[in-house]
């Protein structure tokens, strides 16, 4: 069964630690999107990818925050530095790209920043 | 205004009750729709994609009203196992997913 992987599933840093998250998208899936989540906040889209190539980040805190793919089966989010107020879950998820397709979501990456 | 709109709840019922939820959508350009469940500290999960002819999984019954720009999610003979947030999700053209907040449901015994 097909799944979208990421990595680290927790991570506790202090604040000011550079912070990356992974993302293995699905086989032949051609969309990436990172969300993040928190109690207070529905899904917030981060930023996303259509053939590796960066379409929208502007969901992105840009001073600290970077997204990059640099192959079709790697895809990083990057925090420098990280602040407490970043503490959240992090979503990866991909798509086929299809209108009609929906999107798959990785377990997720649980940051705490102290 | 938000691309999707759902109301948060919560929904409390009873185990064996008809539950239904709606979403509403600005874009009248938005070509596909689903219901997405996420249970507390998981991943959301495709629940089922709604189709224009509205559309049954079991005891779940998914509707689409593209003149009023609505979704709906009714959910029969509930289990306490459905309890969950369920989250409308709508979709342009392959890159733009708008995800509601979520409505929360809890079946009580």
């Known amino acids: 069964d097909a799944r979208v992987t990421q990595t680290p599933r927790h991570k506790v840093t202090e604040m000011g630690q550079e912070v990356t998250m992974r993302c293995q998208p699905i086989?032949?899936?051609?969309?990436v999107f990172w969300y993040r989540q928190t109690m207070m906040q529905g899904l917030e889209l981060l930023a996303y990818f259509r053939n590796r190539a960066p379409l929208d980040d502007s969901g992105m805190p840009k001073d600290r925050f970077s997204a990059e793919m640099p192959d079709a089966t790697l895809a990083t989010l990057k925090i420098q530095p990280s602040e407490p107020r970043d503490s959240a879950v992090y979503f990866c998820?991909?798509?086929?790209?299809?209108?009609?397709?929906?999107?798959?979501f990785g377990n997720g990456t649980r940051l705490t920043v102290t | 205004r938000k691309e999707v709109e759902q109301d948060p709840g919560p929904f409390n019922v009873p185990e064996g009750a008809t539950v239904a939820f709606n979403c509403t959508y600005s874009?009248?350009?938005?070509?596909?729709f689903f219901w997405y469940r996420q249970d507390c500290r998981k991943e959301p999960k495709l629940l089922m994609s709604?189709?224009?002819s509205g559309n049954e999984d079991g005891r779940f019954t998914a509707q689409l009203n593209r003149a009023s720009q609505y979704i709906s999610l009714l959910i029969r003979d509930s289990k306490l196992s459905d309890s969950a947030t369920y989250l409308c999700?709508?979709?342009?053209?392959?890159?733009?997913?708008?995800f509601g907040t979520g409505t929360s449901l809890t079946v009580i015994p």
């Open positions: 998820a991909s798509g086929s790209g299809d209108f009609n397709s929906p999107l798959h």
């Open positions: 086989l032949g899936h051609n969309t």
């Open positions: 709604v189709y224009s």
């Open positions: 874009n009248s350009a938005s070509q596909s």
């Open positions: 999700v709508v979709n342009k053209n392959g890159n733009q997913f708008y």
